[in-house]
């Protein structure tokens, strides 16, 4: 008898039979939407790079939030530009910063969504690295200290657990920070706090618009010294092991779309809940084809987000939440 062949054709050709056999089915469920808070009040901020986001004073930001909870958006991360900048970055952790602010905001205007903090100070420090710089007495260069910059982290993210946020999730790519932030965390008693680990951040081209956004460009050099080289697979998987084994409770792979064989790795291997930041870079150049009608925004969208998915991402990252979310009703 020979092979049926054609049976697959058939499914292919109703709309509906496509919908049933379906083997990666993108929902709102898996959005996450990145903001930007800045200081000021009634701000609203076009970013040039990013067309359709935007830098928001606190009391703008929980309205915008609020919209997204009626839209079904599970969660938000929050990323802060501070009223001023230091080589201690302690805008990052004082009390009344701007994304401890824009926290308690937030909880006071929803009911149901995640806010998830990034903990990382480039945008706080004035050289815009993502720790403690010290300068190296012998070259003369520069360097990030790397025990020094997980005193600075474990006071950002618990003053973030103060504020009242449901996830911190740390960006800094420092050798420890994920045992680091668990072990204040559980001593002043947020146990129940998750931690959503940047396990595998590369250094990537794909962050420029982002850097805009964040105003966190460096100063001099760049962060290759603490992100991961863009060829390598493995080293992934043991970044991602030992922020398990430290007490990470979801990993991320960022950014995503260039690197969905290591979000399928990274699943693969751990099991674990898995995030894919699909980051300013990815969103940008689609929305500039779009723009100039070479791209259907929509259409290419949600191809891309349905990648990630597939590649196995349970949470994505993307400036695309909000209108995704009324793309899939």
């Known amino acids: 008898m020979p092979f049926p062949s054609s049976r697959p054709r058939r499914l292919r050709r109703n709309e509906t039979l496509r919908r049933l056999v379906r083997e990666t089915n993108l929902s709102v469920n898996d959005l996450v939407m990145p903001l930007f808070v800045r200081p000021g009040k009634g701000e609203k901020r076009e970013i040039a790079s990013m067309k359709g986001n935007y830098q928001m004073s606190v009391d703008v930001l929980a309205k915008e939030v609020r919209e997204l909870e009626k839209r ?23 009390e009344d910063g701007i994304v401890q602010r824009a926290t308690a905001a937030i909880k006071e205007k929803t ?12 945008e706080y420090t004035d050289h815009g690295h993502c720790g403690h710089v010290v ?15 997980l005193e600075l982290l474990k006071k950002t993210a618990l003053s973030h657990a103060k504020a009242g946020a449901d996830i911190v999730a740390p960006s800094d790519m420092m050798d420890g920070r994920v045992g680091a932030i668990r072990q204040v965390l559980d001593e002043a008693g947020f146990q129940n706090i998750p931690i959503m680990s940047y396990a595998a951040k590369y250094a990537s081209v794909f962050y420029g618009p982002f850097r805009d956004a964040a105003e966190s460009p460096p100063k001099f050099g760049d962060r290759r010294t603490y992100q991961m080289d863009p060829p390598n697979a493995s080293e992934a998987l043991r970044e991602a092991a030992l ?5 990470a409770d979801i990993v991320m ?18 099991g674990y809940p898995v995030a894919a930041y699909s980051v300013s870079g990815e969103f940008s150049m689609v929305k500039a084809a779009a723009q100039l009608g070479w791209l259907d925004e929509k259409k290419t969208a949600l191809e891309v987000l349905t990648s990630i998915k597939r590649a196995g991402a349970d949470i994505i990252l993307t400036y695309w939440a909000k209108d995704a979310a009324e793309w899939l009703k």
């Open 135 to 149: 300068k190296d007495k012998q070259t003369g260069q520069f360097d990030v200290d790397n025990d020094a910059t």
């Open 243 to 247: 922020d398990i084994e430290e007490g």
């Open 111 to 122: 009911s149901s969504i995640l806010v998830i903090t990034d903990v990382c100070l480039c």
């Open 253 to 270: 792979v960022k950014p995503a779309l260039p690197y969905l064989d290591i979000i399928r790795m990274v699943k693969d291997k751990f």
């Open 72 to 94: 079904g958006i599970p969660g938000v991360i929050l990323f802060g530009i501070p009223d001023g900048k230091d080589p201690q970055a302690t805008g990052a952790y004082a």
